[in-house]
C-alpha cells in the first residue's frame, strides 16, 4: 500500500497508572529505553497528576529525563491542570497531553469537575501552550461509551471534537474508547465525521476490553486516522473506569499493520521483546494475542 502510521506508546503511563503496588522507577526506565530499542518514536511516560490520586505517576519527572536522553524520542506527559502545566513545561516535555472526558459523569469521576470548568481551564493552557510553541495533544476520553452513562450518541462526541479544535486548528487531538466498548461503525462514524470536518491531526486510542481493540483502530485506519495509541503487553486501563481493562497491544496493531503492507517503522523482535518485559510488570495484567502465537513469533 506504500502508507505508513504511527503508534504512540502509552504502557509507561496508561498501562501502569492502574496497578496499585509502586512499579519501580528503574522498571518503567527499563520499559522506556526498550520500546525506544524496538523503534518506537513516540512515548507517553508519565503524567503529571496529582500522587495522592494516582501514585503511580509520582515519579514522572524521573522517567521523563531518563527519556528525554533517547535519541530521537519524542516524549508526553499528561497534564490535567495549571499545576500540571506547570510541571511539565519546567521538567521538558516535549508534548503536553491535555484531557478530559466527553460525558459528564467520567469527567467528574476522573477529574473531579465540570466537563465545563475542565473545558476553561484546559483551554487557557492551550492558548499559553501555543504561544510558547510547545507541541500538545488534547484526548477526549469516552467518546464512544461511559462505564456511567453507556454509549455516547456520536453527536454529543463530534460537539466536543468541535469545541476543542476551536481552541486550535493545529493541535492533535485524541479520541479515546476508555472502556474498550466501542464498535467499529462507531468509530468510523466519528472520525469520518471529523476528518471531513475539520483539517488538524487525529489520533485514536483504543482498548481492547471486549476484544474489538484492533477491530476498532482498522476503523479508524480506514476512515484516515494515521496516529494509533498502544500499549505493548497490552497494559492498561482506567482507575476512574470500572471495568475497564489494558489498551490495544502495541505488538497486535503492529503485527495488523504488516500484514496489511502499512509501514510503522517498529522492529519486530525487538518489540516483542518490550512487549515481554511490559507484560511482566509486577502487578499488571497484560493482554494482547501475538505474544502467545508462536508463529508470530517466528516471523
Not at 501502569?16 to 507517553?44: C, D, N, W, Y
Not at 506547570?86 to 476522573?110: K, P
Request: aromatic share 6%; with cysteine.
Amino acid at each position: 500500500m506504500g502508507e505508513s502510521v504511527t503508534i504512540s506508546e502509552v504502557a509507561p503511563r496508561d498501562g501502569l497508572q492502574s496497578i496499585g503496588p509502586f512499579v519501580a522507577t528503574e522498571t518503567k526506565v527499563a520499559m522506556v529505553r526498550a520500546l525506544h530499542e524496538a523503534g518506537l518514536r513516540r512515548m507517553e511516560v508519565g503524567s503529571f497528576v496529582s500522587p495522592r490520586h494516582v501514585p503511580q505517576m509520582a515519579d514522572t519527572a524521573e522517567v521523563l529525563k531518563a527519556a528525554r536522553a533517547l535519541p530521537g524520542l519524542e516524549s508526553t506527559v499528561l497534564v490535567p491542570n495549571r499545576k500540571g502545566f506547570d510541571l511539565a513545561m519546567a521538567a521538558g516535555a516535549d508534548r503536553l497531553g491535555f484531557f478530559m472526558s466527553v460525558t459528564e459523569a467520567h469527567n467528574r469521576a476522573n477529574l473531579n469537575r465540570s466537563r465545563a470548568d475542565s473545558l476553561a481551564e484546559l483551554s487557557e493552557l492551550v492558548r499559553e501552550g501555543a504561544r510558547l510553541g510547545v507541541k500538545m495533544r488534547f484526548n477526549l476520553s469516552c467518546a464512544f461509551h461511559c462505564p456511567f452513562e453507556g454509549v455516547v450518541p456520536v453527536a454529543d462526541a463530534i460537539d466536543m471534537v468541535e469545541k476543542v479544535y476551536s481552541l486550535d486548528p493545529e493541535m492533535e487531538i485524541g479520541i479515546a474508547d476508555t472502556t474498550g466498548n466501542a464498535a467499529p461503525d462507531q468509530v468510523a462514524e466519528v472520525f469520518r465525521h471529523a476528518l471531513a470536518s475539520w483539517n488538524n491531526p487525529f489520533a485514536f486510542h483504543g482498548h481492547d476490553t471486549y476484544g474489538m481493540g484492533v477491530a476498532n483502530a482498522l476503523a479508524a485506519f480506514e476512515a484516515g486516522v494515521r496516529v494509533f495509541d498502544g500499549a505493548a503487553g497490552g497494559l492498561g486501563g482506567c482507575p476512574f473506569a470500572p471495568g475497564a481493562t489494558g489498551n490495544t497491544a502495541t505488538e497486535d496493531l503492529a503485527w495488523m499493520f504488516r500484514r496489511m503492507g502499512v509501514s510503522t517503522g517498529l522492529d519486530w523482535a525487538k518489540l516483542l521483546k518490550a512487549a515481554d518485559l511490559c507484560a511482566a510488570v509486577p502487578g499488571g495484567t497484560p493482554g494482547g494475542r501475538m505474544r502467545g502465537v508462536p508463529a508470530a513469533r517466528a516471523a
